[in-house]
């Protein structure tokens, strides 16, 4: 692939998209893990849109597309594909797989690809899960992405999915799992570590109020 290249992209059947949010993720949201979703309203409906997100479980992509009113996709390692039922789901649902080895480039083409389809692109902002869903050491990818995209930033955070995953429990927890919506921040004017490391370290500390927020 080139410098300038775009990555070959498997378009997703809306229908399917949304057939598999209905069918199979939005009962156990709302039934098993007794889903409640705050402030859906600050979620623009059209537009390009980064959704910058904590992360604690394998279960928050699915959990986050069910609470979000538009078709959101997501990066995630290669290794989630290789089951075939998950894999299958979570590729209905947007996720695209990024093979870490190749480098945080390749994700980057990969988001900003699915952006320029109208998708709104989710990006875990520690780029891996940390035990108790607070975010600790945050990126730069996400800003990167806005700045490239100059998309509108939307900080989420998904309370009680780290609680999902119990050790020497085999079945997932029927804990209780909150989604809570931020406000929407302003892409980085540049794609410069000194644009982007003030709106990264805006999003973490909101991401992380909303955490520790009745």
């Known amino acids: 692939m080139t410098k300038d290249s775009k990555p070959a992209i498997k378009k997703t059947n809306p229908a399917i998209y949304y057939l598999a949010k209905l069918l199979v993720v939005s009962p156990f949201f709302h039934g098993y893990f007794r889903g409640k979703v705050e402030n859906v309203e600050k979620v623009p409906r059209e537009g390009k849109l980064i959704i910058v997100s904590n992360h604690a479980s394998v279960f928050d992509p699915p959990i986050l ?4 009113p538009r078709r959101v996709s997501f990066m995630a390692k290669q290794e989630l594909f290789d089951s075939p039922i998950f894999g299958k789901l979570i590729s209905f649902l947007g996720a695209y797989p990024v093979n870490r080895g190749e480098g ?4 980057i083409r990969q988001a900003l690809a699915r952006i320029e389809q109208e998708w709104a692109t989710c990006v875990f902002i520690e780029g891996t899960r940390t035990p108790d869903g607070k975010v600790y050491n945050p990126k730069l990818g996400a800003a990167l992405i806005a700045a490239k995209s100059q998309a509108s930033i939307l900080p989420v ?11 020497g429990k085999k079945l997932p927890q029927p804990v209780s799992v909150t989604i809570k919506f931020g406000d929407v921040i302003a892409p ?5 570590k000194r644009d982007l490391e003030p709106v990264t370290q805006k999003c973490a500390e909101v991401i992380n109020a909303l955490h520790d927020s009745d």
Do not use: F, H, Q
């Open 157 to 167: 955070c998904l309370r009680g999915t780290e609680n999902i995953l119990v050790k």
């Open 65 to 68: 597309a069910c609470a979000m």
């Open 188 to 192: 980085p004017a540049s794609t410069k």
């Open 104 to 107: 945080d480039r390749n994700a």
